[in-house]
């Protein structure tokens, strides 16, 4: 009796402990007996978690150096919430390396089987999807061999990867795999082998990964995990009828020190929560995550008429959070994503952190279709125009909103899954993404899947090397495929309006991008409401294809440009102060449709600014040499002097991208930086200045500047084209105008330049109502076009 009461006033004691300081400690060495003091520490993070709980006043839970094996995913819910202000902290105590494994430890014992091959027991009942050895991944046994050197996808591909010919030598290749590419190189598809014919051939199952279903590539193949195929070091194979692990130890590993583990997890930590009872007020800080299953077939879902689909889950999952953190942690090649933001999340933050060795994407951000209005899922549906909803934004909120990626390394990802990036986003609003370094990625590095609901900031990340294994897209690509998109009997100055319903502006600014494999900036299909801005692009150039409002101003395009792809003839394109080092490249544009204004570019060469000028662009353009500061060192900025001064181009800082973190910044890699390609003759040039007359219907025409204004008492914020020649019998003379007359309207569109007269005048119909200025009196006349 005595010990009894003695028992509970300690438990009251303890409780009252935990109320004040809330701190709770963890250690691989614990007992969950123990108290949780940094004496008598907890064995399980779970049993920490459930204490904390009681407290309900936040506080910290200290983890102590080793790897903590989950025996299944850490879980939290609404009741373990701290608070915004008064956070739960789970950390790895000070200077600690702390591991949580979603996998476990084998002790094995190895013995000959044949050739440099060994084979040890397993326990019963293992599924044994990844093999680690002293921390790194090793191969399953596979054909083609992984190549680390290789340049063809997968690390070494090949057209007879399950051929029949090939198959013969396998007795049993159920439980293998196919990897392929997309026949376009648009991601790929994975299939799990099932069996083999009587005539050979192999059969299977799967190719649901890609939502643009094409067929897999002819070449661009592989397989793995099929017995026969094992027959070069570190490559591995586990039969788990026989619970027997086959190995090909690579030379370097001592087998009798070595630390053999496998995975066992596909989600290590959930935050199981809702809009009505979130998880609010959670901190991870300073852990690395290990040892998660691949699930690459079960990437199932379709994105919105994406070429993607997805599976909704990864290391670490946010599902109805508020509040949260993710901070410098480590996601070391875990097989699916490495943070997944699913549906209802708030103000979700994953900060300071390196992924790396990803088997799919690293963060994704993906809200519920249930949340956008008239949503598609097939790239080819469509709908009609009498048939939508017109209601801007949302239907729901069961999206992630207002979430932040900031200053994270995020470097080979999609080591499984080629349909996959460094930070996806789909169907969330005002996702921040900035200080970020992504590179090594088989697709975009960033990529934002479709309009809904915009409202994103990329800022100051260096993102390159993209699209390494797989083809036309960009290091950073998006699209826009939302309802405005290929409807149908929709009047098509409707579109420009239409096309807001869904999004708002997004911005990208202040960030070096390079692609070899595709465009720098890659703004696909129905991409619509962006401002791009402060952007150095190394390599691909500019895309912007078939979209709307889109403002391109104060970027560098080395040794590219502007490819403009099939715009809408209202698209609200504004295209200015950009220096561009070859001309435009357009396609579909069928000469009639560019924008508001494509002008005051700077070009370093004539001929590329007389290119643009067939296409009535670049009419105040200029050309000369940019005169960068120093590209050998990547500063792109311009001296004083530079021509593109004059058009307004301002510099913008050069060493601010990607991560800040010493830590990361110590280990990221940076971008090869390209010579410009600057005509010799150039250095020292005066710079061609912009041609100010221009005609129109046969009369010489030339925008108001400096005194003009007070001569023709025009204001200047009104502006206008003043008529400088206006020969008789041409077709302006035709229609009742005279020299002097100052153009300040077509059909109610203001004119302040020649490319904006030229504009209104391509846009308009069969009959133009000209506004215009005649001795300091406003006037209008109506011409036929």
Request: proline content about 4%; charged content about 25%.
């Amino acid at each position: 009796m005595t010990r009894q009461i003695s028992g509970f006033i300690a438990a009251i004691v303890f409780s009252a402990s935990i109320t004040s300081s809330a701190t709770i400690y963890v250690s691989p060495d614990g007992k969950d007996s123990g108290d949780g003091s940094a004496a008598s520490p907890f064995k399980n993070i779970s049993q920490a978690r459930d204490t904390m709980r009681k407290t309900r006043t936040g506080g910290k839970v200290v983890l102590k150096e080793g790897v903590y094996y989950l025996p299944e995913t850490l879980v939290f819910v609404a009741a373990d919430s701290g608070t915004p202000k008064n956070p739960v902290v789970y950390t790895a105590a000070e200077d600690a390396k702390v591991v949580i494994s979603g996998g476990m430890k084998l002790k094995l014992k190895w013995e000959k089987y044949e050739g440099g091959i060994l084979k040890a027991k397993t326990p019963e009942d293992l599924d044994i999807d990844q093999f680690f050895v002293n921390g790194k991944r090793q191969h399953m046994a596979r054909y083609p061999n992984y190549d680390p050197g290789s340049n063809k996808p997968y690390n070494g591909s090949s057209a007879d990867a399950f051929s029949k010919q090939r198959a013969a030598k396998w007795s049993d290749p159920g439980g293998g795999f196919i990897h392929a590419l997309h026949s376009h190189l648009w991601g790929g598809y994975h299939y799990r082998i099932t069996g083999k014919k009587k005539n050979g051939e192999i059969t299977y199952e799967g190719g649901w990964q890609n939502n643009r279903q094409m067929g897999m590539h002819k070449h661009h193949r592989m397989v793995e995990n099929i017995f026969e195929e094992l027959d070069t070091p570190g490559e591995w194979f586990h039969d788990e009828e026989k619970q027997t692990i086959y190995f090909y130890p690579p030379e370097s590993v001592d087998l009798g020190k070595a630390v053999f583990e496998i995975n066992n997890l596909t989600h290590l930590v959930e935050f199981r929560g809702s809009k009505d009872k979130p998880v609010v007020g959670i901190v991870l800080k300073g852990f690395i995550f290990r040892h998660a299953n691949r699930t690459f077939m079960k990437t199932k879902e379709p994105l919105l008429r994406s070429d993607w689909t997805i599976y909704r889950g990864g290391a670490v999952v946010f599902d109805g959070a508020e509040d949260c953190t993710i901070v410098d942690c480590e996601f070391d090649q875990v097989g699916g994503n490495g943070v997944f933001v699913n549906m209802y999340n708030r103000r979700i933050t994953v900060r300071g952190s390196h992924f790396h060795g990803i088997g799919a994407s690293g963060i994704c951000f993906v809200g519920d279709p249930g949340s956008v209005r008239n949503p598609l899922f097939e790239y080819n549906q469509t709908q009609h125009y009498n048939k939508i909803d017109k209601t801007p934004g949302p239907k729901t909120d069961n999206y992630p909103a207002d979430c932040l990626v900031d200053d994270c390394l995020i470097h080979n990802v999609s080591v499984v899954e080629k349909q996959a990036t460094g930070i996806q986003v789909s169907m969330s609003k005002g996702i921040k993404i900035r200080h970020c370094s992504v590179y090594d990625t088989g697709r975009a590095g960033i990529n934002i899947s479709e309009g809904t609901f915009g409202g994103h900031l990329i800022e100051f990340c260096d993102v390159f090397d993209t699209v390494r294994e797989t083809g036309d897209h960009g290091s950073f690509n998006s699209w826009g495929r939302d309802r405005f998109w290929h409807l149908k009997g929709s009047p098509e100055e409707k579109l420009s309006e239409l096309s807001l319903l869904d999004t708002e502006k997004t911005i990208i600014r202040n960030s070096r991008w390079r692609c070899d494999r595709g465009w720098d900036i890659d703004l696909d299909d129905g991409s619509t409401n962006y401002e791009i801005y402060n952007n150095l692009m190394l390599n691909g150039g500019l895309k912007l294809r078939e979209g709307f409002h889109r403002t391109v101003y104060n970027n560098i395009a080395v040794n590219n440009g502007l490819h403009p792809h099939v715009w809408y003839k209202f698209s609200g394109d504004r295209i200015y102060n950009n220096i561009w080092m070859k001309a435009a490249r357009p396609v579909g544009m069928r000469g009639k449709k560019w924008g508001i204004e494509v002008d005051r570019n700077l070009f370093v060469r004539a001929s590329d600014r007389e290119k643009n000028l067939g296409y009535q662009v670049d009419v105040n353009s200029i050309v000369g040499d940019p005169m960068f500061v120093d590209s050998a060192k990547g500063d792109f900025s311009v001296k004083p002097g530079s021509p593109a001064l004059k058009l307004g181009f301002k510099n913008f800082p050069m060493d601010k991208f990607g991560v800040v973190k010493p830590e990361l910044k110590k280990i990221a890699r940076t971008p090869k930086i390209p010579v410009p390609n600057i005509p010799k003759d150039m250095k020292g040039v005066v710079p061609e200045e912009p041609k100010k007359t221009a005609t129109w219907f046969g009369a010489k025409i030339k925008a108001l500047e400096g005194e003009d204004f007070s001569a023709f008492g025009v204001a200047k914020e009104e502006g206008g084209i003043q008529l400088v020649e206006v020969p008789t019998g041409s077709k302006a003379a035709k229609a009742g105008l005279k020299a002097g007359d100052v153009i300040q309207s077509m059909n109610g569109r203001s004119v302040k330049t020649n490319a904006d007269l030229m504009v209104a005048a391509r846009f308009a119909g069969k009959k133009i109502k000209i506004g215009y200025v005649r001795a300091q009196k406003k006037s209008s006349v109506i011409v036929d076009k």
